[in-house]
Every structure is written in structure tokens, then in C-alpha cells.
């Protein structure tokens, strides 16, 4: 898991913006909501990216069926957005603090 999180693409254009690179906080957290993923249903993220809010965007997709993305923010925020990609509808939306 540590890879797949460290290895992150900070786009240089959005460093040129200003947007904000992942922090350590988003950094252990994606960390930890990996592990729990696959120690709870043995799935791995399909896509880890940066995000342009400060943060890390951990996507996990069940073809034809549904998309779970986590985003954890630098200030240790986060928001989990539950997908149904058939009716192509948000399901449900959590934001929160960790």
C-alpha cells in the first residue's frame, strides 16, 4: 500500500497554480483507508491520485455496479462519495474530520 501512495504524480502545473501538494496527514490516512480496504474486502484502489483540494483521491470501482472515492484532505478532513454507476447517481455522500 505505502507505494501506491508515495508513488503520487504532483502535477507541475498545479504546483505552478498554487494548488497545495498531499501533506503527510493525507499521506497516512490514504494509507490507512487502503489497508482497511484490503484487510476488509481485499480490494485495492483502482486509481490513487493527488487531488486539486490538498490532498489524496483514492478511487475503487466494481464494474457495471458501483464507485466508492475517498478523497482525505491535508487538514485531515475527508469525503467519501458512493456511486451508482448504473443509475449513473451519488448513493450517498459523507464529509468529515478523521
Do not use: Q
Not at 37 to 65: D, H, Q, T, W
Request: hydrophobic letters at 40%.
Amino acid at each position: 500500500m505505502k507505494c501506491l501512495v508515495d508513488s503520487i504524480v504532483f502535477p507541475k502545473r498545479w504546483e505552478e497554480a498554487g494548488f497545495a501538494k498531499p501533506n503527510d496527514i493525507a499521506k497516512k490516512t490514504a494509507k490507512r483507508i487502503c489497508s482497511l480496504c484490503y484487510n476488509l474486502y481485499s480490494v485495492f484502489p483502482n486509481r490513487v491520485a493527488a487531488s486539486k483540494e490538498g490532498g489524496i483521491m483514492l478511487v475503487y470501482k466494481v464494474p457495471y455496479a458501483h464507485t466508492t472515492i475517498f478523497e482525505v484532505y491535508n487538514d485531515s478532513g475527508y469525503a467519501v462519495v458512493y456511486n451508482d454507476d448504473i443509475a449513473k447517481e451519488i448513493i450517498s455522500l459523507e464529509e468529515g474530520k478523521c
